[in-house]
């Protein structure tokens, strides 16, 4: 299958310190590929430079066939949408107003939303479990309640491609496993996805590929068997961990060792 996104030979330095260095990578059609490694090692970068929020060095970023350089960073958000660590919610729209502005890619300069943007909008609020938080200002939402509405919000943007920052960050064990659940449904109704996650464990489970990375460079790629290893995790984080089998699932997990 023609892969949805290729990183061919990409490097990117703030100032003169390079923070990636000649990473490679290619991303299936409804593939997801969870990058995982320490902090600091270039992984919000690399997010960054798919989005187009900062120019690489060197390097061709591919997006559903085609080189991104000469796109407007609009016509590529009609393709790729970007969940950030952090979202600005300093004023307080409702959360079908933040879903709304997922559609401004698709409408001409003085267009205002329509009727089919509407149900778009709705479409996706359903699919994240937050239409009912429709009329709630974003600022007075839980963590997840606001992560389910800024994830709506990108999938109203109707993207190939989904880039997420640590979606779980800050949220609580039964909202990690709602953001997680939603991203596999989405994944499996074909979305792709690429993702930053902090917690391996949660990585090998939901992920179909693992991308570990350190200080900028990628250090494997494979399934989660092949990455969750005693070896890479003492290699790239310097901690000594066993690795068990999911009794049900067959995944890998980690427990750590005194
Ligand atoms: P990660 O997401 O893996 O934690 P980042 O991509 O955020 O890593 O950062 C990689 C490196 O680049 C870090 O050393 C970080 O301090 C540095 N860095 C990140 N953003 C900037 C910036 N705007 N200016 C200069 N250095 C930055």
Request: one cysteine or more; charged letters at 20%; hydrophobic letters at 45%.
């Amino acid at each position: 299958m023609k892969p949805i996104l290729e990183v061919k030979d990409l490097s990117i330095e703030y100032g003169n310190r390079s923070v990636v260095s000649q990473m490679e990578l290619s991303l299936k059609n409804g593939n997801f590929l969870a990058i995982v490694g320490p902090n600091g090692s270039g992984k919000t970068t690399l997010l960054r430079a798919i989005s187009k929020v900062l120019k690489p060095k060197t390097g061709v970023i591919y997006v559903d066939g085609s080189d991104i350089a000469p796109l407007s960073r609009r016509s590529l958000a009609r393709k790729v949408a970007v969940v950030p660590q952090e979202s600005l919610t300093a004023f307080s729209f409702t959360a079908l107003q933040v879903v709304m502005m997922g559609r401004t890619p698709h409408l001409s300069r003085w267009q205002t939303e329509g009727a089919l943007d509407y149900d778009i909008a709705k479409d996706a609020m359903q699919m994240a479990n937050c239409w009912h938080l429709r009329d709630r200002p974003i600022n007075e939402l839980s963590g997840g309640e606001k992560q389910r509405v800024i994830i709506a919000q990108a999938l109203a943007q109707e993207p190939k491609l989904i880039l997420l920052d640590e979606p779980t960050l800050h949220l609580d064990i039964g909202q990690q496993f709602e953001i997680m659940e939603l991203l596999k449904r989405l994944s499996a109704d074909g979305l792709s996805i690429l993702a930053v996650l902090h917690d391996l464990n949660i990585a090998a489970y939901y992920a179909d590929h693992l991308m570990l990375v350190k200080e900028g460079r990628i250090e494997a790629v494979g399934s989660p068997q092949e990455i969750v290893t005693e070896n890479n995790i003492r290699r790239v984080f310097g901690i000594t961990v066993e690795v068990k089998k999911h009794s049900l699932t067959g995944k890998p997990y980690i427990v750590f060792v005194v």
